[in-house]
């Protein structure tokens, strides 16, 4: 297995709930160790870790590259009188997953529960757990002991090892450390010109680390690294298929939040075609990145986005094919060279 996959595996086994990212911080502080050109990595107020790599030459334009640590989760709201936990989610959240997940919450494994089927009658059978009908059990045995361990506003994540099936591999939280893992290749690649690097927090609850961080840095350009909705699976045709797993990097030219930088994203694309990177762009205006939060920062920010397709994100399994990793990070490195100049 390559460096860039090991990493993104080692950051997928931390948690990191939008706004508890330290464990993840910190493991990225470590791998960070060794880069020969990279400055002291500034930790700012929002929780950002900002890191400047000194290339070869001074670069005509500010960049920078930039990838979410934090990752959906839940955060505890209260217990019921035989211990089993209160929650709310942190992020988006499909609630038709959470019934029987394993989770894990500071160390400590639990599953998320619900009033059985055989108990339920007429149409409660057929109707979805709302979340506050849902709870999570630790196996405390009163509400005393289930707060004792984990008090109001501590977070779980899901429970979700990293399994390979087939040529595709999974995980949880691969939305975004194979970002981060991305930013840490850049990091120990000698470049040509100066570069911006920022880990960005709570991007899954409305990307506010990126816009403290973004004035901050104040870039000319900036490119995010993002994992993406596929849903192409059977049954789904055409555009609602929106990008393929193994259809190569994702260039999106607009998503939920914002309009991409119509010359970046033409030049991503041909720059990836004549370097025979495989890529696709989306084939529906969804999602949402931390360029929403960069864009209209200071003066403006000239954006574009790279993004791996994914099945199943926000979930114990998201699923992606690693040949698409390759092509992002393939794509990103020739950017690195490209963009400072422009």
Aim: hydrophobic share 45%; net charge negative; aromatic share 4%.
């Amino acid at each position: 297995m390559t460096r860039y996959l090991e990493n993104t595996r080692t950051l997928c086994a931390l948690p990191g709930v939008s706004g508890d990212e330290g464990a993840v911080r910190e493991k990225i502080l470590q791998l960070l160790d060794g880069a020969p050109l990279v400055s002291d990595p500034l930790t700012d107020a929002a929780g950002n870790l900002i890191v400047e790599i000194k290339g070869r030459a001074r670069p005509k334009n500010r960049v920078l590259f930039e990838a979410h640590m934090d990752e959906v989760g839940f955060i505890i709201t209260g217990a019921d009188r035989d211990g089993f936990l209160r929650f709310d989610t942190v992020g988006g959240i499909d609630t038709t997953l959470l019934v029987g997940k394993p989770v894990v919450a500071h160390g400590l494994g639990g599953v998320i529960g619900a009033v059985p089927l055989h108990l339920l009658e007429g149409d409660q059978r057929r109707q979805v757990p709302k979340l506050n009908q849902l709870r999570i059990d630790i196996g405390a045995r009163d509400a005393e002991e289930a707060l004792t361990l984990l008090p109001a506003g501590s977070t779980a994540v899901f429970q979700g090892p990293w399994t390979e099936m087939g040529s595709l591999l999974r995980a949880k939280a691969i939305d975004d450390r194979l970002g981060c893992a991305l930013l840490l290749e850049l990091a120990h690649t000698e470049l040509p010109y100066d570069l911006t690097l920022m880990f960005s927090t709570q991007e899954e609850i409305g990307t506010r680390g990126a816009r403290t961080g973004a004035y901050r840095v104040a870039p000319d350009i900036s490119v995010s690294i993002e994992t993406t909705t596929a849903a192409d699976i059977d049954g789904v045709e055409g555009d609602a298929r929106v990008c393929l797993l193994g259809g190569g990097v994702v260039v999106p030219f607009m998503d939920g939040g914002n309009i991409y930088d119509r010359a970046l994203y033409r030049m991503a694309r041909e720059h990836a075609d004549r370097a025979g990177i495989p890529n696709q762009t989306k084939t529906r205006v969804a999602g949402g990145t931390d360029a929403a939060a960069i864009a209209p920062s200071r003066g403006g920010v000239r954006t574009l986005g790279l993004a791996v397709a994914g099945r199943c994100l926000h979930s114990p399994a998201c699923v992606i094919h690693p040949d698409d990793a390759q092509a992002m990070l393939d794509l990103a490195l020739l950017l690195a060279a490209e963009l400072p100049a422009l």
